[in-house]
């Protein structure tokens, strides 16, 4: 594998169910993010960690949970999700936190029934 | 706060050239970042702004001034894979534009 890998690639849940979704990133970096796209509205940052320590937090409801157990991975735990909440997940890493290009992974289509 | 505004759409011609703008108001800067993305494709990198001017990198360039608080992307020579959506991001607090959508037609 090379680049950023995301799984699953598409996932649909009901809003009481509990589900996970992983990036890994084969590329030695330091930084992995999480995004929001959602259609017409601009990507959003979630969650920014750097050498495993969470760094950003934009006011993202608490049903979506980031963890990142080392550089190389990238999870975000979704439970009791709205039917707001369907959007294509982006996973990306860099190098340098914020000021350096980003690699994206293919992203995870989600569901929220 | 954070505003970025591109416009939605635009249309060009093949072998043309377009210039897609971005404007930024921002309570912190450190550069300013371009990306491409095709329909159903995760965005890829096109260029990282940090001073005043323009670079170019083959067919593509990208203009920044920080005290007008301005950016555009040149496309020279445009071709029908170049249609996809633009995207211009603000470094410090990673805040995207909408996007602009490109239609390269015949």
């Known amino acids: 594998e090379t680049g950023v890998t995301q799984t699953p690639r598409h996932l649909v849940m009901g809003m009481t169910n509990k589900k996970s979704l992983k990036c890994e990133q084969h590329?030695?970096?330091?930084?992995m993010y999480w995004y929001k796209q959602s259609a017409k509205k601009p990507l959003e940052l979630m969650f920014v960690?750097?050498?495993?320590?969470?760094?950003e937090n934009n006011s993202v409801p608490s049903r979506f949970s980031p963890e990142c157990p080392n550089s190389s991975h990238l999870f975000l735990h979704l439970h009791t999700l709205q039917p707001e909440d369907s959007a294509l997940y982006l996973c990306?890493?860099?190098?340098?936190?914020?000021?350096?290009?980003?690699?994206f992974g293919p992203g995870t289509r989600l569901t929220v029934l | 706060g954070q505003n970025i505004d591109q416009p939605t759409e635009m249309t060009a011609t093949e072998g043309a050239i377009v210039q897609i703008n971005c404007t930024y108001q921002?309570?912190?800067?450190?550069?300013l970042f371009w990306y491409q993305q095709h329909a159903g494709e995760a965005p890829t990198f096109l260029s990282y702004?940090?001073?005043?001017g323009l670079e170019e990198k083959g067919r593509f360039s990208s203009f920044l001034s920080r005290s007008k608080g301005y950016s555009y992307l040149l496309l020279k020579e445009l071709q029908m894979k170049d249609s996809a959506s633009y995207l211009c991001?603000?470094?410090?607090?990673?805040?995207f534009g909408g996007g602009t959508r490109l239609m390269v037609k015949p």
């Open positions: 990306a890493s860099s190098q340098l936190t914020g000021v350096d290009e980003q690699f």
């Open positions: 590329l030695g970096h330091n930084a």
């Open positions: 960690y750097s050498l495993e320590e969470r760094v």
């Open positions: 921002t309570s912190g800067f450190n550069g």
């Open positions: 702004n940090v001073l005043d």
């Open positions: 991001a603000v470094s410090n607090m990673l805040t």
